[in-house]
């Protein structure tokens, strides 16, 4: 082995380097699970002037498709009742509880009988003695069973061979064959699942000097293979990769067809010509899998209608009888399209069958095949004799993306810069990698603390509070700043701070240059308390445009953080406000730090004393609000909320103006209807009284008068309705010029103009 890359996605990427004389194969020894990764990634390079002529592995079916192979109908995890149900027919001997017995086995059965008030389940099997009587006999620890014939016995031992071998030890032997002439260097590299590596942090605080960051990677070597002077990177980041069981035999499903039926001619008889009489009819309505279907109706339909029905049962069944003739016979079910029988007969004095079936209604049938084909892989060739020219093969098996790198290439080494001592550093796009500098020597099933910084970076200690819900005790914290010139990997950091351990915390992926904080501790000398004041929303601006104002209104709120230090030093904390949906700061702000959930200021406490930050923030509400509807309490209102009184009242006279105009015109309008309203409602009294009256002289002088005021009526009537109708026609006019006008108003306000 010469080459271990480690990454953080739980795979390793291995190099190995060996020679081979003339034909000589290499034998590499792999799990299932480590064959897969190989399978996928594996790459033989003949770096002399042999070739690689195959690669070979053994494989083994899947122990399903070896246990159907056998004679009995076995599976992994069968019980001794299904082992002796699988022997009907063979010949047993029975012998340790009451006589003997010898026969042919014949049935096992389970019963259940009552044992004073319990219900027990028995297993009993019989067995046909030679003499032809039949025996039982209930399971129990002191009876024993033997089969007789010699070849049963075999097929057991064989069953039982094939379930032990499934835990022997799962090892797979993979032989590279080369062929060549003399000594030639062999190169061959492939991806296995290993532990994943960790990164781990110790933070040295000094007042002397920047603080010293030491980092450590922890690897752990389970392959089952030594690693002697190897060159180890570790590489962290989130590559893409998967298992996928391409050692593992795969058998596809093929559909059975059955054999078509031939039609074999059969006797007939016939009938004789149609006489008077009836004749029944019978049979079952089922659906196109066989099941019957309950509720269905069959009728039978004749030249002038229903002439029998009847209603399927429970198993499908209908009967009835009816005389004999040519109908149709048709059947329903709610669900189901109908099926009709045209010029279907019925028999004189006979008795026929005639079953049915109905389909689903709008389902079309279909034949599914389910099938698991085998996997694919390609393998590319080039040159002649069945070798490669240069001896290479693999790579990618189907297309599978590749999840560790291929060996880098020289250049990328001298771009990387010398952190310390035992490692360097590289950027890999979205990943980047820690390479150990010096050949390393780890046994197998051992682990190791392997160094990859040792360095001086930049940190200023802070207290950081956030509104996090619990405590009003902010956290002592390390803000620091990556000067090294590598990505550091998330990991935990211990921080070691006047000779004692001061805490410890946990860092996320941090690359060079980037600021991050480091909670460690908890201040209990710092007490931070948040009060938040709201303001009524103002109006900011009104714009008004296609008969819509638009009102923004900006409300203001007032976060007040007051913190006290205790201690006997001055101490910085950094507050984090936390954002609000919808919510900014107010212009003059500027925060020392922002995040996607947080603003971060700085403030400064005096030992022994108090201080405090207002947080000012801003909030844009928008409402639309229709100019129709835009009223003489609408627009103080609006004042009072801070919009330009005098500007919005100049803007929308001449729309008020003209729905004044059009209130009054409307008002007067329901004015005439309601007077008209009123005289049609004294008409129908006066003529229900004028019905009323007879031939009296003083009924007749009342019957004038009320002629006189229907008369008078029909004359005011015919006025109003001249009236109505030129009120209308103004009111139409009005409404028109007033859509006309809101769809020319047209302004922008702002508060305070």
Do not use: C
Not at 443 to 471: D, F, M, R, T, Y
């Amino acid at each position: 082995m010469r080459r271990v890359i480690l990454y953080k996605t739980g795979v390793g990427y291995f190099e190995h380097l060996g020679t081979v004389r003339n034909r000589q194969a290499v034998t590499v020894r792999f799990t299932s699970a480590q064959l897969n990764d190989v399978l996928n990634s594996l790459t033989a390079i003949d770096l002399g002037k042999g070739q690689i002529t195959g690669i070979s592995y053994n494989s083994v079916a899947p122990l399903e498709q070896r246990l159907g192979a056998l004679r009995l109908p076995l599976d992994e995890r069968t019980t001794a009742l299904q082992v002796l149900g699988s022997l009907r027919g063979a010949r047993i001997e029975v012998g340790g509880a009451g006589a003997p017995a010898e026969g042919r086995l014949l049935s096992v059965e389970q019963h259940t009988r009552q044992r004073g008030t319990e219900t027990v389940t028995v297993e009993t099997f019989s067995l046909v003695t030679d003499a032809g009587a039949l025996r039982t006999f209930e399971f129990s620890p002191s009876l024993h069973v033997r089969v007789v014939e010699r070849d049963l016995r075999q097929e057991i031992g064989r069953y039982l061979d094939l379930v032990g071998s499934a835990r022997e030890q799962d090892v797979r032997t993979m032989v590279i064959s080369t062929s060549g002439a003399g000594d030639r260097p062999l190169f061959v590299s492939y991806i296995s699942e290993v532990p994943i590596w960790k990164s781990t942090y110790r933070l040295v605080l000094s007042t002397a000097g920047k603080p010293l960051l030491q980092g450590w990677a922890i690897v752990d070597n389970t392959i089952g293979e030594d690693w002697q002077g190897v060159e180890l990177s570790l590489v962290a980041g989130a590559p893409q990769s998967f298992i996928q069981n391409i050692s593992q035999p795969y058998y596809g499903r093929r559909p059975v067809v059955p054999m078509p039926a031939t039609a074999m001619l059969a006797p007939q008889t016939h009938q004789a010509t149609f006489g008077e009489g009836a004749g029944s009819v019978s049979g079952t309505v089922r659906d196109p899998a066989g099941a019957p279907l309950p509720g269905a109706t069959v009728r039978l339909m004749g030249p002038s209608g229903v002439v029998a029905s009847d209603i399927t049962d429970s198993a499908g069944r209908y009967d009835f009888t009816a005389p004999a003739g040519a109908y149709q016979l048709r059947a329903e079910l709610s669900g189901f399209q109908p099926q009709a029988l045209s010029d279907w007969r019925m028999p004189a004095g006979m008795q026929v069958q005639q079953d049915l079936t109905l389909r689903v209604a709008g389902v079309q049938e279909q034949i599914s095949v389910d099938a698991l084909g085998p996997s694919t892989a390609t393998v590319r060739r080039a040159g002649r004799g069945g070798g490669v020219p240069g001896g290479v093969v693999g790579g990618v098996v189907g297309g599978l993306p590749e999840s560790p790198p291929p060996p880098m290439p020289p250049g990328v080494y001298d771009q990387a810069r010398n952190l310390d001592p035992r490692a360097t550093a590289a950027s890999l796009g979205d990943l980047f990698e820690y390479r150990i500098k010096e050949p390393i020597t780890l046994k197998k099933n051992q682990s190791a603390l392997v160094p990859i910084v040792n360095a001086e970076i930049e940190a200023e200690k802070v207290s950081l509070w956030n509104q996090a819900p619990g405590s009003g005790r902010p956290l002592r914290a390390l803000w620091l700043k990556n000067t090294t010139s590598l990505t550091l990997d998330g990991g935990s950091m211990s921080v070691v701070d006047g000779n004692a351990f001061a805490g410890e915390g946990l860092i996320e992926p941090l690359k060079a240059g980037e600021r991050r904080f480091l909670s460690y501790a908890a201040d209990l000398g710092v007490l931070v308390d948040a009060r938040m004041q709201g303001e009524a929303g103002r109006i900011s601006r009104l714009r008004a445009r296609d008969g819509i104002i638009i009102q923004e209104t900006e409300q203001r709120a007032t976060w007040t953080y007051k913190a006290r230090n205790e201690n006997a030093t001055a101490t910085t904390l950094i507050v984090e406000h936390r954002a609000r949906p919808g919510w900014k700061l107010a212009p003059g702000q500027t925060p020392v730090e922002s995040t996607a959930g947080a603003e971060r200021f700085r403030l400064s406490i005096e030992p022994g004393k108090e201080a405090t930050l207002d947080v000012r923030e801003v909030r844009q509400d928008e409402a639309r609000i229709m100019i129709g509807n835009v009223d003489d309490a609408l627009i103080v209102r609006l004042a009072q909320s801070g919009a330009p009184a005098a500007a919005l009242e100049k803007a929308l006279r001449p729309v008020l103006d003209k729905k004044a105009e059009l209130a009054k015109v409307e008002r007067q309008l329901q004015d005439l209807q309601n007077d008209r309203s009123a005289i049609v409602q004294d008409q129908e009294r006066l003529r229900e009284n004028m019905k009323a009256l007879r031939g009296s002289a003083e009924e007749k002088e009342l019957l004038r008068r009320y002629t006189r005021q229907l008369d008078e009526q029909e004359t005011r009537l015919d006025a109003l309705k001249q009236q109505i109708a030129q009120t209308t026609t103004t009111r139409d006019r009005l409404r028109a010029e007033l859509s006309a006008l809101i769809q020319t108003v047209s302004f922008e306000l702002s508060a305070g103009s």
